[in-house]
């Protein structure tokens, strides 16, 4: 179906097709190339990590960095119920248990308090998931975790260029994950990144990297063949992709500027029916407008919200069926007490359409219509 306005729409911003008819021009294709490497040089630049490594997706590297934890059979790893499931697949890959927590209403992330009951003798580490941009309170959860030995991997798929205090959320822990999927702000259709803080993880990831050789090091002279070395796998995206991605990533900051313009339109035009108490907003404002959500009273109310919404050609989805109540979240998962939050945002929340060529008047419409749906003007 056709929707007069989508829930997403993929967009080119400027120069991506030109880089990728350079790429091809240049005769190579496969990655680790130039525009490979111009993207990892940027998001070090501006992110201040000690290294990034392109993948073909958020997942890709969220499993990339289970394999540089050294996850294995046992091993527990506390994260959000709240979220998508990559967050707790990459883990359960290498036969680790997912122990899921309850979010704090204000920011939908982890709650730092509920990490001390998760806690066992097998935890391994702790996984803020950076929901719409926001974040966990990070240094209660950077003490907590540097306390017991646990390594924080944080999952920022939708928070490229959000900060936290003075810096960049995927920069506080050991690793961060990033997604350029074609849903997220910074897009080249299915993408990601691993960004590596600590040094002494390099040298492991790039073995990761390239299924398990030594090639990087090869490349760098410092070795005179390179062969299988550890456990790897094809994590790397080609020079297509690439190239599409630098394009976006030149125009990251007016992307995302675009989108929080959206977004607090968004916000400012529903307050009347907030204040009427028909629906609630986020409690706190965007840092990067990657997406708008509001809360109705009940799951029937949404149902027909959405159903209401789709009759005049507009979609709005909702998320996030809650890991620890899927059928792989029982097999693999483990709950770590009851999940009061999770269980109740995830049965009222609304995403409304959000995307980069989206106008103010198109928000204005959708506000229109939910306004009708309620019988408010
Ligand atoms: C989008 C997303 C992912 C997965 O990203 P991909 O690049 O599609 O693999 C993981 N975690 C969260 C929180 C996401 O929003």
Redesign the pocket.
Known sequence: MKYKIPFNRPFIVGRELDYITDAVAKGRLSGDGEYTHRCQEWLEANLGCAKALLTH????A?EMAALLCGIAPGDEVIMPSF??V??ANAFALRGAVPVFVDIRPDTLCLDESALKTALTSNTKAVVP?H?AGNAPDMEALLTFAATHDLRVIE?A??ALLCSDQDRYLGTLGQLGAV???E??NIICG???ALLINDPRMVEKAEIIWEKGTNRKKFFRGEVDKYTWVDLGSSFLPSELTAAFLWAQLEAAQQINTTRKQLWDRYREKLQPLAQKGFIELPRKSSPNGHLFYILTNSLAARTDLINHLKGLGILAVFHYMPLHQSPAGGKFGRVSGSLPVTEDISSRLLRLPLYYEMSLRDVDQVVRQIEVFYGAC
């Open positions: 997706s958020c997942t890709g969220l979220t998508f990559s967050t998931v929901y999952d798929a939708q997604s350029f999927h849903t997220k299915e993408g990601g």
